[in-house]
């Protein structure tokens, strides 16, 4: 598409646009009866929140490569995102959950940092004309992309798209593969719920702890809830943008320094701006969740980041070309071959250790989905251990930054 051939260009009517598909898919998404309600139990709300916007860049209603929407999210709320679901982390209720618990998400992370490698070279060896791109649609950039989706969620996605560099259209690819993989796992891990009474008794787990946990949960809750007022957004805003601010004044100093003195350090994405605003707000996110900040999270901090979230999203599906969907297929074996790793591996030690199968579902789903599917499905084992989900899956975001950073690099050494 040329420059300023689409027929919206004003960015203040694209942003409008994007705010009424969100609002139509919330919407829609809730409602518990009619034709909506059968539609997204086949069709995860998420993919319409990228599909809708792409409609628009495909048929040439908004030009999704020429306009300033996208790079005020990139820059702006995937930072400040970033702060608000890492600030609620407690690290010492996620330790208290028992090591049992904390070994498997690990584990859920250690499947995934090395299945994205091993996947790729075992397809390679069979198709290695998929080795043969160069530029921003490597396919190593695009899974280095999808790292970070399945160790944390949508904001680390995100986050390793503009850090690697995925085009357009490997990205769109792995969006698809994410949301048709991890979706078959989910269904699969909702089926496992349904049993795990019978599982856990034929694999002799402990379970003794999930009931203490349950306890704890449920009088947590009813301690700390409460309704938010404006101060508690403002203040939530404050931390989330002062900290956004902090890390790109931090980056403006760094970058130069690293380019001049470190030239050879750019292949490990340390020249990238976006790069250093990332880790510095996880960072400064992590730091903040050892204060009263993370307090913030009883009066909803990370919906307040999920809907930045959000925005990003229907940003980034602007730059889709759905008619590159049907390119997905062949690349859905990667997905499949790297689940299964994920999975192997997670089952393999929950064996060795005797966890129950809840710490299984639950260890995978905060890496892959994070917040958006560890409390759904954790939820389907006990509705108090919910927030059990949330907590690892924050531990996901906050680790998400690192570890897909570094699956990255191992795709690129592999890839490149």
Same mark, same amino acid.
């Given at each position: 598409m040329e420059e300023g051939s689409a027929l919206i260009t004003n960015n203040a009517v694209i942003l409008g646009l994007l705010a009424l598909i969100l609002g139509f898919v919330f919407y829609t998404s809730n409602l518990k009866q009619g034709f909506w309600a059968k539609f997204y139990k086949y069709v995860p709300a998420l993919l319409m929140c990228y599909f809708l916007p792409s409609l628009l860049n495909t048929f040439g209603i908004v030009d999704g490569n020429n306009n300033d929407v996208y790079?005020?999210?990139? =820059?702006?709320?995937?930072?400040?995102?970033?702060?608000?679901?890492?600030? #609620?982390?407690?690290?010492?209720?996620?330790?208290?959950?028992?090591?049992?618990?904390? %070994?498997m998400f690990l584990t859920g992370t250690i499947g995934?940092?090395?299945?994205g490698p091993i996947a790729l070279l075992i397809v390679a060896s069979i198709m290695p004309e998929l080795l043969g791109v160069a530029g921003p649609e490597a396919l190593w950039r695009g899974m280095a992309a999808l790292a970070g989706s399945?160790?944390?969620?949508?904001?680390?996605?995100?986050?390793?798209?503009?850090?690697?560099?995925?085009?357009?259209? %490997?990205?769109?690819?792995?969006?698809?593969?994410?949301?048709?993989?991890?979706?078959?796992?989910?269904?699969?891990?909702?089926?496992?719920?349904?049993?795990?009474?019978?599982?856990?008794?034929?694999?002799?787990?402990?379970?003794? #702890?999930?009931?203490?946990?349950i306890d704890?949960?449920?009088?947590?809750e009813a301690q700390h809830a409460r309704k938010p007022e404006l101060?508690?957004?403002?203040?939530?805003?404050?931390? +989330?943008?002062?900290?956004?601010?902090?890390?790109?004044?931090? +980056?403006?100093?760094?970058?130069?320094?690293?380019?001049? =003195?470190?030239?050879?350090?750019?292949?490990f994405s340390l020249h990238s701006k976006l790069f250093w605003i990332i880790v510095l707000v996880t960072s400064i996110g992590l730091a903040l969740s050892f204060t009263r900040a993370r307090q913030y999270e009883a009066v909803g901090a990370s919906k307040v980041g999920a809907s930045f979230l959000y925005i990003l999203i229907a940003t980034?599906?602007?730059?889709?070309? %759905?008619?590159?969907?049907?390119?997905?297929?062949?690349?859905?074996?990667?997905?499949?071959?790297?689940? &299964?790793?994920?999975?192997?591996?997670?089952?393999?030690? +929950?064996?060795? %250790?005797?966890a129950p199968v809840f710490y299984v579902a639950v260890g995978s789903k905060?890496?892959?989905?994070?917040? +958006? #599917?560890?409390?759904?499905?954790? #939820? &389907?084992?006990?509705?108090?251990?919910?927030?059990?989900?949330?907590?690892?899956?924050?531990?996901?975001y906050a680790l998400g930054t690192y570890m897909a950073w570094l699956c990255g690099q191992l795709l690129r050494i592999i890839g490149s």
């Open positions: 790079t005020v999210a990139k =820059y702006f709320l995937l930072p400040a995102c970033l702060v608000l679901l890492t600030l #609620s982390i407690d690290l010492k209720a996620i330790f208290g959950l028992g090591k049992k618990a904390i %070994i995934v940092v090395i299945g399945w160790i944390g969620g949508g904001a680390n996605m995100l986050a390793m798209k503009e850090i690697y560099g995925a085009g357009g259209e %490997i990205f769109t690819v792995m969006v698809t593969v994410d949301i048709v993989v991890a979706n078959l796992w989910m269904a699969a891990l909702l089926m496992l719920a349904a049993k795990h009474k019978e599982i856990d008794e034929r694999t002799g787990a402990d379970t003794r #702890s999930i009931d203490r946990l704890k949960v449920q009088k947590f101060s508690d957004l403002m203040i939530m805003l404050a931390l +989330a943008f002062g900290a956004t601010g902090l890390a790109h004044f931090a +980056a403006d100093i760094l970058v130069p320094l690293f380019v001049e =003195y470190y030239p050879g350090l750019k292949k980034i599906g602007l730059h889709m070309d %759905i008619t590159k969907i049907v390119e997905a297929p062949k690349y859905m074996i990667i997905g499949v071959i790297w689940m &299964a790793i994920h999975i192997g591996l997670l089952f393999l030690v +929950a064996k060795l %250790i005797k905060a890496n892959i989905g994070g917040a +958006a #599917s560890a409390p759904v499905v954790a #939820s &389907a084992f006990h509705p108090a251990l919910a927030p059990v989900g949330v907590l690892l899956a924050v531990l996901g």
